[in-house]
């Protein structure tokens, strides 16, 4: 009878329990493929050598900047809960408070949390954080590579999530365990990456930096040439290398006469066409980008665009047409995850963007003036609803819900009347 020795029993096991399949995304960064016919290498070659999952897009200003700027007001507006109903108030109490508006795992800030959910929807389309339950209770949001996880629809209509850990191989994490927020979708289950779609004009605006980039470390950068009508002498050459190096180079020698000898004429290059146009493809590539992130030129820093007076409503622009959908897709994907059915009514988490899209104090003051009943119009908002458009808590002076002028105080209350 034949013996097995210890490393026949590993073989053995590795048989007839192998490893759990890395996803595509995962195998293509870790140069693992199973074959020249897996899907994964085709990817992997796509992007150059698995430079394209992201981080070489980054390198470019305009799509950092872009990133930056998204990114940086997600993370830093509070996201809220709060409980509807009359008395309008954040439910301090829930425990998804705590992860959202103060804590949302052992060593990140929210801040740091929802900068770095949302760059990983940015990048890969799909965002993901596992919640940890104790209790019932969601007590930790922990981020999850989005190339290590690989989504899919069940036949009962619940998601299933398949994470492959570093340690512990494919775990397999049911819907209630996972808080994902999705791009647009083509099934509804996986995300599209508009960063990956959008390659080929990023990639543009990277190939004209690095033109640019080319040109300072070889082209020739002289600003101009000192004509003689005969070959200089050379204690004459010496003479005037020695005071164009010492004399007049730098910042103090701006505008000082220089001395010609030997009937030497001083003739600056201008700048050609071609380098023209190339400064002007490199501001077409910005645009691109800034059409693909929704992003206003002015917020890009671009000196071509005017800031002026109108910078205040650009702002609001933005927030308007292109973060409010932002901010709506977490809200949504916030309330499905963390928040129990039988309170999505009651609970609604919800970022605090009013602070950001108001206008001036002396333009609030004028539009609450109006709209409390000031200067002769008929009053079309009660003290409370203004109180709540600046965030306040609701008011308990008697007449705090009526529509009234508060320099008269006559008016029609909202209030339904006494019964008999």
């Not at 108030?89 to 103060?102: M, Y």
């Not at 981020?143 to 690989?150: E, Q, T, Y």
């Not at 470390?217 to 005969?230: C, K, L, S, Y």
Request: aromatic share 8%.
């Amino acid at each position: 009878m034949s013996r097995f020795n210890e490393e026949d029993l590993k073989s053995l096991d590795r048989l007839w329990n192998p490893p759990p399949a890395a996803p595509p995304g995962a195998r293509a960064e870790a140069g693992q493929f199973t074959g020249m016919d897996d899907p994964a290498l085709l990817e992997f070659i796509r992007s150059q050598g698995g430079h394209g999952g992201g981080g070489y897009q980054m390198r470019n200003m305009a799509v950092l900047r872009c990133l930056s700027l998204i990114c940086g007001t997600i993370g830093m507006l509070p996201l809220n809960l709060v409980e509807s109903g009359g008395k309008k108030r954040i439910a301090t109490e829930h425990p998804a408070h705590r992860l959202l508006k103060i804590k949302p795992n052992p060593w990140q800030t929210p801040l740091e949390f929802k900068r770095q959910m949302e760059l990983a929807r940015q990048r890969h389309g799909d965002a993901y954080a596992r919640i940890v339950w104790s209790a019932g209770r969601p007590i930790h949001l922990i981020p999850l590579d989005s190339l290590a996880v690989r989504a899919e629809l069940g036949d009962d209509w619940r998601m299933l999530y398949r994470f492959n850990s570093k340690k512990r191989g494919e775990v397999i994490l049911k819907q209630e365990e996972v808080l994902h927020i999705r791009d647009l979708s083509v099934d509804g289950v996986t995300s599209l990456s508009r960063m990956k779609l959008a390659d080929r004009a990023i990639r543009l605006a990277l190939d004209a930096e690095r033109a640019a980039s080319r040109i300072f470390e070889t082209g020739n950068m002289a600003g101009g040439a000192i004509e003689v009508p005969n070959a200089l002498s050379d204690v004459a050459y010496e003479r005037m290398r020695t005071s164009l190096d010492t004399e007049y180079a730098g910042a103090s020698a701006a505008q000082r006469w220089m001395l010609l000898e030997e009937g030497a004429e001083a003739n600056k290059f201008g700048s050609t066409a071609q380098e023209a146009q190339h400064v002007e493809n490199r501001s077409a590539q910005v645009e691109e980008v800034a059409r693909l992130y929704g992003v206003p030129r002015p917020l890009l820093f671009l000196s071509d665009t005017s800031w002026g007076t109108g910078i205040e409503q650009l702002g609001i622009f933005f927030l308007q047409y292109t973060m409010l959908e932002h901010f709506t897709n977490w809200e949504q994907a916030v309330a499905r995850s963390l928040i129990d059915e039988r309170d999505l009514e009651r609970y609604q988490p919800k970022f605090n963007v009013r602070a950001l899209m108001r206008g001036t104090l002396k333009d609030q003051a004028d539009f609450f003036k109006a709209a409390l009943g000031s200067g002769g119009t008929a009053p079309f908002h009660t003290q409370n609803e203004v109180r709540d458009l600046l965030d306040y808590p609701e008011s308990d002076q008697p007449g705090a819900n009526d529509l009234i002028n508060p320099m008269t105080q006559k008016g029609k209350s909202n209030e339904p009347p006494a019964a008999a």
